[in-house]
C-alpha cells in the first residue's frame, strides 16, 4: 500500500525564497573563514581545506536543496481533511481530519512579502500536530484560509 | 443546586484568609539560601550595620501574601470559572466550566494543620497561564468545589462528536462525592514498596541533597575536610587500600538510595486509593504529608501509558499513568496528576488497566513486531556511535592517553549491542478493541494504549535512511498526555494500513494500492 503525493506544489518563486533564505548563514561561516584566513599564520593547508570545503558545501547546499524542498512540498484540502507534506533529507506526511482544526493561521515575514509569499499553519488540539505549509503564493494562501474557514465553521464540536 | 446555593456561587469569592500565614512561610522557606548568603555577606562586610536585611525581607514577604490575599478573587457562575488576580496589572482568567477537564486538590503539611488545600483547575489548554490555580481554600470548600465542577453535565457538545459515543447525560447532581457511588478499582498494598529502589526516585533525591548540602557548604565559605566527621572520613580512606574504598562507597551509596527511595514512595504514594465514581470520573487520593486528590473524567481519557523501565522490568514491575486531556503526562517526580497507579506488579497493572479502559483486549493482545529492517536500523543506530568511541579512544592511546580508555570503550559496543537487541524486543504494535497499541524504548520502555477515537491526525516521518530502509514511524495525534504517540520504524506499508484501520476514512482517500 502506498500514499499519494498531496495535489498541489507550492509557488515556484518559493525555490528563490528559500536559496535567498539560505545565504546569510554561509556568508557568515564563509565570513569567519576569510577573518581567521587572513589572521593566522600557520595551519595554511588546514585553513585553505576548510574553506574549499565549506565553498563546495555552501553551493550544493544553495543548489540543491531548494530545487529538493520544491519537489517535496505540497498540499492539498478536501472536504473531510488537510493533507500536508513538506521536508527535503527527512520528509514527514500530515494529515488530520477537517473536524478537529482549531484555527487557521496565515503568517508573512519581510522576505516572505518581497517575494509575495505566505505561511499557512493549521493547528488542532494536539500540540504534535500542527500542519504548516510553507511558500504559497499569497492569493493561494488567502483563498485556501477562506476554504478551510468555511469547511471548518460547517463542523462543530471542541475538536479533542 | 438550590437557589441560594446558586446566589452564593456566583458572587465574587476570596481565597482563605489563613493562607496569610502559608505564603510567607513557603516563601521564607524558599528564601532560607538567600537569606543564609545575605548573612554571610553581612558578616563578611563587617560592622553589623546591615542587620536589618533579614527582617526587611520578612516584613516585605508579609506585604507581599496580604496584597496577594486582597486583590485575588474568583467566581463560579453557571458558564464559567472566572479568577482576578493582580493590583496594577489586573489580570482575569474565566474558563468554560464545560471546558474544564480536571481538578486537583493538594494540601501540603502545613495546608492540612490549617485546615486548607490548593486547587488546581486543568483546562486542557496549551497556552501558559490559562490554568486556575486557587490557593488556598478551607479543605471542605475544595472538596465541595472539586465536586461541583466535575459533575456538571457538559452542554457545549453536539451529537455525533466522538466524546458523546462514550458517554450519555446521568442525572444531574451536586453532591459531594461520597464512597457510597465508589467503585474501588485499586489501593496500595504496603509490600509494593519493595519496588521502589528499582525506580530514579531515590537516585535524583541523593542526588538533589547531595547538591543542597554542597551549595550550602560553598555559601557557609567551610573548608569540609576542616570538620571533625569528615576530616576522620578522609584519614580513615588513606590508611585503606582502594578497593576496600569502593567496596563501601558502594554499598553506603545503595543503602542511602534505598532509604531516600523507600522514602520518597511512602511520601508520595502512602493511602493510595483509585476509584471510579459514579458519575464517570475516575478519583485518586495519596500522599503521606502532602496529600492530593485528583478527579480525571473518564469522558476524557483517551487511554493509558503502562511505564516499565528497566530496573522496573527486572522485577516484573510497571506504573501506568492515564492519557487525558487537560493533565501532563510528564508531571514530576512523583508521578504527576495523571499517575493512576505507583510502581506495582505488571500484571495489577495490567489488570487495572483493562478496568479502567473497559476492555482487556489492548493489554492481552500481542504486538506484531516491526522486522527485520527495524532491528537492522537499531543495531545500526546504537553500534555506530560504540566504534566510534572505540576508534576515538584507539587514536588517544596512540597518542599518549592512559591505556585505561581502552575498557570503557571495548565495553561501550556490547552495551550499545545488547540496547539495540533490547530496544528492537521492545518495538511492536496492534490494534485492539478500539485502540492503538504500540510499545518502544529499552531503558525507559513503555507501552502506550491510546483509543481510536482520540486520534485527531497522523504524522508519517521518514528520514533518509528511513526512506532507503523502506520504514516509517507512525505518530498518533491526540490532544492528551504527550500529544502525539509514535509506532517507529514500522514498515511503510503496514504503517498505512495500520492508521487507515485504526481510524477508518482519514487516510482512505490518499491511499493507492
Known amino acids: 500500500m502506498e500514499m499519494r503525493d498531496p495535489a498541489h506544489q507550492v509557488s515556484p518563486r518559493a525555490i528563490v525564497f528559500w536559496t535567498v533564505r539560505a545565504v546569510p548563514g554561509w556568508l557568515l561561516l564563509l565570513a569567519g573563514q576569510l577573518l581567521w584566513f587572513a589572521v593566522a599564520r600557520d595551519y595554511a593547508a588546514l585553513r585553505f581545506t576548510a574553506l574549499v570545503v565549506t565553498v563546495l558545501l555552501g553551493a550544493t547546499h544553495l543548489l540543491v536543496m531548494p530545487q529538493w524542498r520544491y519537489r517535496v512540498h505540497r498540499w492539498e484540502v478536501t472536504d473531510n481533511a488537510v493533507y500536508t507534506k513538506s521536508g527535503w533529507i527527512s520528509q514527514e506526511r500530515r494529515i488530520a481530519p477537517i473536524s478537529r482544526v482549531q484555527t487557521v493561521d496565515t503568517e508573512r515575514g519581510p522576505l516572505e512579502q518581497l517575494f509575495g509569499l505566505a505561511n499557512v499553519t493549521v493547528t488542532t488540539a494536539s500540540a504534535a500536530g500542527p500542519l504548516r505549509i510553507h511558500g504559497l503564493d499569497r492569493l493561494t494562501a488567502d483563498g485556501l484560509v477562506a476554504q478551510l474557514t468555511e469547511v471548518t465553521s460547517r463542523s462543530e464540536g471542541d475538536a479533542t | 443546586m438550590s437557589a441560594t446555593a446558586t446566589a452564593r456561587a456566583q458572587e465574587w469569592r476570596r481565597l482563605s484568609p489563613l493562607m496569610l500565614l502559608v505564603y510567607p512561610v513557603r516563601e521564607l522557606g524558599r528564601a532560607i539560601p538567600a537569606l543564609i548568603g545575605l548573612v554571610v555577606a553581612g558578616r563578611a562586610v563587617g560592622n553589623g550595620q546591615y542587620w536589618w536585611f533579614g527582617p526587611a525581607a520578612v516584613v516585605g514577604v508579609m506585604a507581599v501574601s496580604v496584597l496577594r490575599w486582597a486583590t485575588t478573587r474568583y467566581r463560579i457562575t453557571p458558564e464559567q470559572v472566572q479568577l482576578r488576580t493582580g493590583l496594577l496589572q489586573r489580570k482575569t482568567v474565566a474558563t468554560p466550566t464545560d471546558r474544564v477537564r480536571s481538578v486537583d486538590v493538594t494540601a501540603s503539611p502545613l495546608h492540612r494543620l490549617l485546615g486548607l488545600a490548593k486547587v488546581d483547575i486543568g483546562t486542557g489548554s496549551h497556552a501558559s497561564g490559562s490554568d486556575l490555580s486557587l490557593d488556598s481554600l478551607p479543605a471542605a470548600e475544595a472538596a465541595a468545589l472539586r465536586a461541583e465542577l466535575l459533575h456538571r453535565i457538559p452542554v457545549g457538545l453536539p451529537p455525533g462528536s466522538a466524546d458523546d459515543s462514550v458517554r450519555v447525560s446521568e442525572p444531574i447532581s451536586h453532591a459531594p462525592p461520597d464512597r457510597a457511588g465508589d467503585i474501588e478499582l485499586a489501593r496500595l498494598d504496603p509490600r509494593w514498596v519493595r519496588f521502589a529502589p528499582f525506580t530514579m526516585s531515590g537516585v535524583l533525591a541523593s542526588a538533589a541533597i547531595l547538591g543542597v548540602g554542597w551549595n550550602l557548604v560553598e555559601q557557609l565559605d567551610v573548608n569540609p575536610s576542616d570538620v571533625g566527621p569528615v576530616k576522620g572520613f578522609l584519614e580513615h580512606l588513606r590508611r585503606t587500600p582502594i578497593w576496600v574504598d569502593i567496596l563501601q562507597g558502594t554499598v553506603v551509596l545503595l543503602g542511602v538510595v534505598t532509604v531516600l527511595s523507600i522514602g520518597g514512595y511512602l511520601l508520595s504514594y502512602w493511602g493510595f486509593r483509585l476509584s471510579r465514581h459514579a458519575h464517570g470520573s475516575l478519583q485518586i487520593t495519596r500522599g503521606l504529608l502532602t496529600t492530593r486528590a485528583v478527579s480525571i473524567e473518564e469522558r476524557r481519557l483517551r487511554g493509558v501509558e503502562l511505564a516499565e523501565p528497566l530496573l522496573l522490568r527486572i522485577v516484573r514491575a510497571a506504573r501506568l499513568r492515564g492519557i487525558t486531556t487537560g493533565l501532563n503526562s510528564r508531571g514530576g517526580a512523583d508521578g504527576g496528576s495523571s499517575l493512576l497507579l505507583p510502581p506495582a506488579p505488571r500484571d495489577v497493572v495490567a489488570q487495572l488497566a ?160
Open chain 2, 354 to 513: 483493562a478496568q479502567i479502559l473497559h476492555d482487556p483486549a489492548p493489554l492481552q493482545v500481542t504486538l506484531i513486531s516491526h522486522g527485520s529492517a527495524a532491528r537492522r536500523r537499531r543495531l545500526t543506530r546504537a553500534l555506530v556511535p560504540a566504534f566510534t568511541v572505540v576508534a576515538t579512544a584507539g587514536v588517544a592511546i596512540f597518542a599518549g592517553a592512559s591505556q585505561w580508555l581502552a575498557m570503557p570503550a571495548v565495553l561501550s559496543v556490547p552495551v550499545a549491542a545488547m540496547l539495540a537487541v533490547d530496544r528492537y524486543r521492545s518495538l511492536g504494535h496492534a490494534l485492539a478493541g478500539s485502540a492503538l497499541v504500540t510499545r518502544q524504548g529499552s531503558l525507559d520502555r513503555r507501552l502506550d494504549v491510546l483509543l481510536c477515537d482520540g486520534i485527531i491526525g497522523w504524522n508519517v516521518r521518514e528520514s533518509f535512511f528511513q526512506r532507503r530502509a523502506g520504514l516509517a514511524t507512525l505518530t498518533a495525534t491526540t490532544a492528551g498526555g504527550r500529544q502525539g504517540y509514535a509506532v517507529p520504524d514500522v514498515p511503510r506499508s503496514v504503517a498505512l494500513a495500520l492508521g487507515n484501520r485504526a481510524v477508518p476514512g482519514l487516510l482512505g482517500p490518499f491511499l493507492v494500492p
